[in-house]
């Protein structure tokens, strides 16, 4: 079980003349009253108590005290630790009366449980240190941080380049009636050629059909002149007249085709090839958009992937409040920066924290909560019982949800002197003082 601050005494110590406070065993114990009236040097006798001479005040006797300062805090595993004497010298003693000094508090006390606004002050990055260096997963996450931050960066440079490459494509012309490819001068002149021979082929029929004619002509004068040879050239006759009809049938379906477009082509191929190559050009820029764009997308899935890994890694690291995480090296609560924490919020996750530093430490010293409202202190106070943890605090006030007012460095209604003072517990059974501290754990 945890340990608790049972009793606490404090006498001319800073403002304090003489207090004896006994806190509640867990929940929130609230020390009450008006500004310098010796509410904050309670808390730093405790602290000066359990942690040493670094926490010693500067001025630590009170002004005008005959006596040095003397503390006394016991605590619920029997120890109790006093500093007394001129030297104010430190006594830890255990239930069997035995004696020890600052090693015997080391097993229990921690350091921020009692200077908790080093944490609340810390940097965003040194809160998140310390959550990691509790869980034990710095490294780890580290590694996460640094390969989410690689694939962001290289997803941002890919659509960097993507959004460059389309605004390229964007900017270029295309000519939807070019062809699809380069025209070639030597295939337009073949195909000139080609239809220029047809052509010469279309002529020479033609000049065969004249020249049949021309014979039968020949002929039907030789037929007139020469009668004589009528019947032999009467069958020539025929047969001529007979090729000269299909020759002349022939020819009369014969259709030149014009060259007239391949010549325009050839005079305008420079500015055809240039149209293709710049719809080429088009379309080799927007092929290279989506590409860039599917590997920015791919990278979508990446990230994501990561970012669960990083979930999965904190969630089974046994953090020690639910909703606690690291983003980009920052702590966060429920989703939100310390920054945007609630007052409520921040002390919760700090004393979460701070108490899985040490889990024997079941106490915190809170100073100055006089920035809550009183629904938010109770909340929080109802917290703290629910995960059995003690909290002692100060706040300027003397309301009723003050526990306990200081008035000039005393508790209101409280005689020192006659306070009864709690009896000395039984010896036990002979042991080191040692062995009985870790037994109490």
Request: aromatic fraction near 4%.
């Amino acid at each position: 079980m945890s340990v608790k601050i049972v009793e606490l005494e404090a006498e001319n110590v800073k403002r304090v003349k003489a207090v004896q406070i006994v806190p509640a065993a867990t929940g929130l114990t609230i020390i009450g009253g008006n500004n310098d009236q010796g509410k904050s040097t309670i808390l730093d006798s405790v602290m000066w108590t359990l942690l040493g001479d670094r926490y010693r005040p500067t001025a630590a006797q009170r002004d005008g005290a005959c006596t040095p300062p003397h503390t006394r805090v016991q605590l619920s595993n029997g120890l109790v630790v006093e500093r007394k004497g001129k030297n104010s010298s430190l006594t830890v003693t255990d239930p069997t009366g035995r004696k020890g000094g600052q090693q015997l508090l080391n097993d229990f006390v921690e350091e921020l449980a009692l200077n908790l606004p080093k944490f609340l002050n810390a940097s965003d990055k040194e809160k998140a240190d310390t959550l990691l260096q509790i869980i034990g997963i710095g490294d780890q996450l580290a590694a996460f941080d640094r390969e989410i931050k690689a694939l962001y960066d290289k997803r941002t440079a890919i659509g960097q380049i993507g959004e460059q490459k389309q605004h390229y494509a964007d900017e270029l012309t295309d000519y939807p009636d070019a062809p699809a490819k380069p025209v070639s001068v030597s295939e337009l002149i073949r195909q000139q050629q080609d239809i220029l021979a047809r052509n010469g082929e279309n002529q020479r029929k033609r000049d065969n059909a004249f020249h049949l004619q021309a014979q039968r002509n020949a002929l039907a004068e030789k037929v007139n002149t020469l009668k004589a040879e009528l019947e032999q050239y009467t069958k020539q006759l025929e047969q001529a007249d007979h090729d000269m009809t299909i020759a002349f049938k022939t020819s009369e379906n014969l259709q030149d085709e014009s060259t007239a477009e391949l010549e325009e082509n050839i005079r305008n191929i420079e500015d055809i090839n240039r149209k293709v190559r710049a719809n080429m050009d088009k379309e080799r820029a927007e092929d290279e958009a989506r590409q860039m764009q599917e590997q920015y997308q791919g990278l979508y899935a990446q990230i994501d992937d990561k970012r669960k890994a990083r979930l999965n890694l904190l969630n089974g690291a046994g953090l020690p409040l639910p909703g606690l995480g690291v983003e980009d090296g920052c702590l966060t609560y429920q989703g939100k920066h310390w920054s945007d924490m609630s007052s409520s919020q921040q002390l919760r996750v700090a004393t979460a924290i701070v108490r899985k530093l040490n889990p024997n430490c079941g106490f915190v010293l809170l100073d100055k909560l006089e920035q809550m409202d009183l629904n938010t202190l109770n909340e929080f106070g109802e917290w703290l019982e629910s995960e059995g943890l003690q909290a002692i605090a100060t706040r300027v006030s003397t309301g009723g949800e003050c526990q306990i007012i200081i008035e000039d460095g005393r508790v209101v209604g409280q005689d020192f002197n006659n306070i009864e003072q709690p009896p000395v517990p039984k010896p036990a059974p002979a042991t080191t003082a040692r062995q009985w501290t870790k037994g109490a754990f």
